[in-house]
């Protein structure tokens, strides 16, 4: 079930908005790297003369892309998963379903706390400390705005997973 047929109150609806939101945000630093390696290529092939920092802003844009899209996509039940037998259950046996999809929510839950509690203490360290990839003198960029985008995704997740699990608990419909 979709969450869209799902009855909903005010407090979901704001964190599907908001997770929504960043889900766009997550599509639109997508659309601004594949901009900038197209740029690369071309300045590579035409002018023989690569965007300094590109390969450093990839990689750190990746994590803060999957974080930002995280949230929405287990809002939507669109995370990637082998599903066969647990559809068969949901059938079969509802409420071994149910009990599956609330440990399952439970463990997401779980790794999600772990991350915040790693990850969000370090951010005004790297803040202060000026913490960056890449290389002096060419091209560096801070660490921080990416933990930002990484903590806010892994609690809107956290939320996400939350909901899942009341649903699993409460509702005979229950999908994670």
Same mark, same amino acid.
């Given at each position: 079930?979709? =969450?869209?047929?799902?009855?909903?109150? #005010? $407090?979901?609806?704001?964190?599907?908005?908001?997770?929504?939101?960043?889900?766009?945000? &997550?599509?639109? %630093?997508?659309?601004? %790297?594949? !901009?900038?390696? !197209?740029?690369? $290529?071309? !300045?590579? *092939?035409?002018?023989?003369?690569?965007?300094?920092?590109?390969?450093?802003?990839?990689? +750190?844009?990746?994590?803060?892309?999957?974080?930002?899209?995280?949230?929405?996509? =287990?809002?939507?039940?669109?995370?990637?998963?082998?599903?066969?037998?647990?559809?068969?259950?949901?059938?079969?046996? #509802?409420?071994?379903?149910?009990?599956?999809?609330?440990? /399952?929510? @439970?463990? &997401?839950?779980?790794?999600?706390? +772990? @991350?915040?509690?790693?990850?969000?203490?370090?951010? #005004?360290?790297? *803040?202060?400390? &000026? *913490? *960056?990839?890449? =290389? $002096? &003198?060419?091209? =560096?960029? #801070?660490?921080?705005?990416?933990?930002? $985008?990484?903590?806010?995704?892994?609690? %809107?997740?956290?939320?996400?997973?939350?909901?899942? /699990?009341?649903?699993?608990?409460?509702?005979?419909?229950?999908?994670?």
């Amino acid at each position: 079930m979709t =969450t869209a047929s799902r009855p909903r109150g #005010p $407090v979901v609806t704001f964190i599907n908005s908001v997770s929504g939101a960043f889900n766009a945000l &997550g599509s639109l %630093l997508t659309f601004g %790297l594949m !901009c900038l390696i !197209c740029a690369d $290529v071309a !300045c590579r *092939y035409l002018l023989n003369a690569p965007i300094a920092g590109v390969a450093e802003i990839v990689e +750190i844009s990746i994590v803060a892309i999957v974080f930002a899209q995280l949230a929405d996509a =287990t809002a939507n039940d669109r995370i990637t998963r082998a599903d066969s037998v647990i559809a068969m259950l949901r059938t079969r046996r #509802p409420k071994i379903a149910r009990s599956i999809d609330f440990i /399952a929510a @439970l463990t &997401g839950l779980s790794l999600m706390a +772990i @991350l915040a509690y790693g990850i969000i203490p370090a951010i #005004p360290v790297d *803040y202060e400390r &000026g *913490y *960056y990839v890449g =290389t $002096v &003198g060419l091209f =560096t960029f #801070p660490v921080w705005p990416t933990k930002v $985008v990484v903590a806010i995704g892994v609690v %809107l997740t956290g939320i996400q997973l939350f909901l899942a /699990a009341l649903r699993a608990l409460f509702d005979d419909r229950s999908s994670i």
